[in-house]
Structure formats: C-alpha cells, structure tokens
C-alpha cells in the first residue's frame, strides 16, 4: 500500500480544462521565424500553434527557432520548421492522462482542441499542471476550514449489529468524455460519510484506475459496486468481458493489451491495475476470457 499526496489525488480529480492556458498566442504559416522568435521574447513562450485560417496545422518550438538560425533561415516562415503531425489534448481528458502523455512523448506543450469540431481552445504545458494543481490545493485548504466543524462520521450515529451503505456505479465501454466520474461521485459520497482523506486518495486513484479499464478494455463496461462499513470499504468492479487471458502477466507494469490508438490518448500505459494493488490494503482478480472479470478491492478505514 502506497501513501497517496493531495497533489497526487488531483492529478486524478482535474480536467485538462481546469488547468489548461485558455488565452492563447498563435502564429500562422506565413510568420518567419524571426518573428516568431520575437513572440518568444516577449511572451517568454517557448513554442506556439500553428493556425491556418482557424484550423490547427502545425506547432512550432524553441528548437525550431534555434534550428533555422543554425541553418541561417531565420527570414524563412513557419511553414517550412513547424511540425506538422501534432500531438492533442481535449478538454474533457483527466489531468492524469496528460501528464502520461507528456511524459511519454517529451513534448513541452498540447494544443487542446474541441473533441467535436477540432478547434484551438487552449494549450497545456507541465507548468499549467503545477500552477492549476497548486490554485486547486489552496481552494481546497480555504473549503476544508470552513467546513471542517460541520463534517461529521455518518456511522457515528448510527448504532446497528450490521451497518453498511452499497453504492453502485455503471460504466459505459468507450466513453471517454465522462471518464472519471464514476471516481468522482464515489468520493464525494465518502468525503459526506467522514472517511478520512488519506483513504479517500487511495480509494479516489484505484476507482478511477478501474472505471478507465472498463471504459477502455470491455465491449459492453460494466459496473462498480461499493460496500462502505464503519472499518472497511470494499470496492466490486464486474464486467462481462472479454475476460484476461493471462492474469499474472497483465499484473506486470508496463504490460498493456490497448490499441495505438488508446495509448495515443495518454491511456492503457498498462500501469491500472499496478497502481490499484499500490494503493488498496487488499486487492483480488478473477477473469475468465468467455466469462469476463472481476476486480475486488479493499481498504481499511
């Protein structure tokens, strides 16, 4: 069981839209590089989309900038150093699932477009991940002393051989917009009951892990069931398949069956399941390939 920070939990909580730079500068194909340069100098930048008549064609950096002046070409436009196979992020994207792909790639920058119709609405950068995780930690510091004397146990006033609260959950398979608010709602029920906040990050992480697996690996989704009693919180995820041919290998970090496509997404790093054994106290997986799966997790509160 690993111990889960507040900043750690947040990358899980936040959209690409809460933290994303909305408000920003763009160059268009024709631009040379010497103004572009320019640009950096000023705004203290160190790339910029590209746009063509509204539409995202290209994104051009500092080492663009550096190349052409190397090459002697800094009155060359754009057009002719830019990138044109460009990396994007939606706004709807868990913050975690960026900072995956900026991770993997390098990159310095994602250009965020509107899932629907492709348009520039703004620009992440490992910078606007702290600044937006910071500005959201404060929030949460100035809400917490507010509410911290009208919070209150749930179970402690409640007197019974058996009390417990079941919470169920239903995932849709591919819906990548709504991804993580299965996790989300999950919490917030928690956070009502008293849980503390510490099992609320562990519980926050793995839920969100397994609600993605859903979303990414079945046909059909599935479900997430949890079981809240005054000492324990165990966490049922089913779904009909297809089922894990080899278990013990899909516990391996690293090991992932998504498609190009998914990981191209910041998705299926093949980590899910590492990272729910990591922060459960216990954690069990049955499945069957013609039957599917089921994921049961617990936590000690």
């Not at 709807?92 to 492709?118: C, F, K, S």
């Not at 089922?243 to 093949?270: K, N």
């Amino acid at each position: 069981m690993s111990e889960i920070t507040r900043m750690q939990e947040l990358l899980y909580e936040l959209r690409v839209q809460d933290v994303m730079t909305r408000d920003v500068i763009t160059v268009s194909p024709e631009t040379s590089m010497g103004e572009f340069g320019d640009l950096l100098r000023i705004h203290r930048m160190s790339g910029a989309p590209v746009l063509d008549k509204g539409k995202l064609v290209g994104v051009v950096s500092i080492q663009d900038l550096i190349q052409a002046l190397e090459a002697g070409q800094i009155d060359q436009p754009v057009s002719d150093w830019m990138t044109r196979q460009v990396e994007t992020l939606y706004p709807q994207e868990r913050v975690i699932a960026a900072v995956r792909e900026l991770t993997q790639t390098g990159y310095g920058r994602y250009p965020v477009v509107n899932r629907t119709t492709g348009k520039l609405v703004g620009i992440l950068t490992h910078e606007d991940v702290i600044k937006g995780s910071l500005k959201r930690l404060d929030i949460d510091y100035r809400r917490q002393e507010r509410e911290y004397h009208a919070i209150h146990s749930f179970f402690d006033d409640v007197a019974s051989e058996d009390t417990h609260i079941v919470l169920r959950y239903t995932v849709q398979a591919k819906d990548f917009e709504h991804g993580g608010e299965a996790s989300t709602r999950f919490k917030r029920s928690l956070q009502h009951l008293g849980i503390s906040p510490q099992v609320l990050r562990r519980v926050a992480i793995a839920t969100y892990e397994a609600e993605m697996n859903l979303i990414l690996h079945t046909t059909e989704g599935g479900s997430i069931q949890a079981t809240v009693r005054p000492n324990a919180i165990q966490i049922d995820i089913t779904d009909p398949g297809p089922g894990i041919p080899d278990v013990e290998l899909a516990m391996r970090p690293g090991y992932s069956t998504a498609p190009s496509w998914i990981r191209e997404m910041g998705f299926g790093a093949g980590m899910g399941l590492k990272n729910i054994q990591d922060c459960a106290d216990e954690m069990s997986l049955t499945s069957d390939p013609a039957q599917g799966t089921h994921l049961q997790i617990r936590f000690d509160t």
